[in-house]
């Protein structure tokens, strides 16, 4: 029998892969290939974190499947005219690919498909990353959901919950393997990413080990808690989600066994299998409007005022030295782990784009770049949610005070203190605002602002002025 190819990109994983168990289906030997392709990306290139995520990640899918007595052939370039050659030398007789919906990789499979046609081989593109695909959830004219609530209540009519395929017993081999090739995914420099490894295991297996984890406790408590960034209480599913090393059926099906008959189980796996929705709604949006990364999806934003490139401003941002504790946390902790908590980033968010009056793509691009679980679509879709521009978005005129959401979602500092070392020593009262602190406690403290720690980078009040009146600039455009 012909072998079957099996483009691995973007499901990094065995469990619940249906392009792989199909193909395995067939009896023919099975070829699975990753293919890095940084040309095909455009402006969308894998940032560093994720670089350094899909190297640890191909390590762990190759030992996986030579568990299995397969193996993973590992290419860069071209995909075309990569395909084009394996097909060449191994005599394949079909192409098997896991739906992409970021609109530059659904293009390439389109491209994928054409040449699979040409060829006379059999290709089939298989879904595998979402609960639902995007043409199922649509409103009762046939129209594109804007608004999450709706689009939620409809999805939970369509998802049925089928068992997800279990990773094949064994993978049959072919006779010969074709060449395989180390992939150009180090970090630079070399040690960039070393405390992010220290935080992380990537992979499958670790994948599942975490959703075991969070299922057996944590999710208990994620109704209450999941705001509270000093604690692990969400999943941190959100990486191995990004690199396709477990599928949202997985996690759903196994959310489904843990609800259990306890009430809080139930209502914390409700609400956190709410937030899987939230992933599914954006993945539509970028489907359905594929120029959100880019542009606003309200086009009367497309006016607004923001300042746009770089300067020591961004920088400052970056490097979590803003003079804002729960700020300077948060992207400390993104430069640290590679990951930021789901609250924290929507108020450094609104710190950038409404206090900062900073555009929202300069967050989007460094996020991008930074965070091991960057994703298209929840990427745009939330960095405009914030920025008021984007589908159910929070209005542009509700502000984050970076000082009142620390004092409401880190009350001790918890959090300040783990990020902000040299806060650490400061008493509750001042630990948001050491600005407000009397020159003696800051003493006390061991603080000299503008020195030790840096000295607020704005004047909130004048900042909250001059962002409501770039919104009412855009009003009647
Ligand atoms: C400005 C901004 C940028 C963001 N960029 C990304 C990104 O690039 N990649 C990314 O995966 N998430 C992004 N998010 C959404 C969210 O912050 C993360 O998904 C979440 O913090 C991941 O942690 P978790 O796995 O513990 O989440 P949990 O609370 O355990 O949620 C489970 C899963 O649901 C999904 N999810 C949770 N919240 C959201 C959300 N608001 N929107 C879409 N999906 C969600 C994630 O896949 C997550 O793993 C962004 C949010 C903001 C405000």
């Known amino acids: 029998m012909k072998p079957v190819l099996v483009l691995m990109n973007g499901a990094l994983r065995l469990d619940d892969h249906p392009a792989l168990a199909k193909a395995c289906a067939t009896g023919a030997p099975v070829i699975p290939v990753f293919i890095l392709d940084d040309a095909a990306a455009g402006d969308w290139k894998l940032g560093g974190a994720k670089r350094w995520w899909l190297r640890e990640s191909l390590i762990a899918l190759s030992s996986e499947l030579e568990s299995k007595g397969s193996a993973l052939v590992r290419r860069s370039g071209n995909t075309l005219d990569i395909l084009m050659a394996l097909i060449e030398e191994t005599g394949a007789g079909a192409l098997h690919m896991t739906r992409a919906y970021e609109p530059h990789l659904a293009k390439l499979q389109d491209a994928v498909y054409d040449l699979a046609e040409e060829l006379g081989v059999t290709c089939r593109r298989f879904a595998g990353n979402l609960l639902l695909e995007p043409e199922q959830v649509r409103n009762k004219t046939g129209g594109v959901y804007e608004v999450f609530s709706p689009f939620w209540r409809r999805a939970l009519e369509l998802i049925d919950g089928t068992t997800p395929t279990p990773a094949p017993e064994d993978i049959p081999a072919p006779e010969t393997w074709p060449e395989s090739y180390t992939l150009d995914l180090d970090p630079k420099p070399a040690h960039w990413a070393e405390p992010i490894a220290a935080f992380w295991t990537p992979g499958e297996a670790a994948a599942h080990e975490r959703l075991a984890d969070f299922l057996d406790g944590p999710v208990a408590e994620y109704k209450d808690m999941r705001d509270i960034p000093s604690v692990d209480a969400t999943s941190r599913l959100s990486p191995y989600l990004a690199n396709g090393e477990i599928s949202p059926r997985r996690i759903w099906h196994e959310a489904m066994i843990a609800r259990g008959e306890e009430s809080a189980r139930e209502k914390g796996a ?208």
Not at 365 to 394: E, M, R, Y
Not at 407 to 433: S, W
């Open 270 to 477: 409700d609400w956190f299998l709410r937030e899987l929705g939230w992933r599914e709604f954006s993945t539509h949006l970028l489907f359905n409007f594929p120029h959100i990364p880019e542009r606003p999806l309200k086009s009367k934003f497309a006016a607004f005022p923001w300042r746009e490139g770089y300067d020591d401003a961004v920088t400052a941002w970056q490097k979590g030295q803003t003079g804002f504790p729960i700020i300077d946390a948060g992207m400390r902790q993104l430069w640290q782990t590679g990951w930021m908590h789901n609250r924290v980033r929507m108020i450094v968010a609104s710190f950038l784009v409404k206090d900062m009056l900073w555009h929202w793509r300069t967050g989007e691009d460094w996020f991008w770049d930074t965070l091991v679980d960057a994703d298209l679509a929840n990427n745009a879709a939330s960095w405009q949610w914030v920025a008021g521009c984007g589908a159910d978005a929070a209005p542009y005129f509700r502000i984050f005070n970076p000082v009142t959401q620390g004092e409401k979602f880190d009350p001790k500092g918890a959090y300040i203190r783990e990020y902000v070392p040299e806060l650490k020593d400061l008493p509750d009262e001042y630990i948001h605002a050491p600005f407000e602190a009397p020159v003696g406690v800051l003493k006390m403290a061991g603080i000299t602002l503008g020195k030790t720690y840096p000295k607020p980078m704005l004047d909130r009040k004048a900042a909250r002025e001059r962002a409501l009146a770039a919104l009412e600039s855009t009003k009647g455009e």
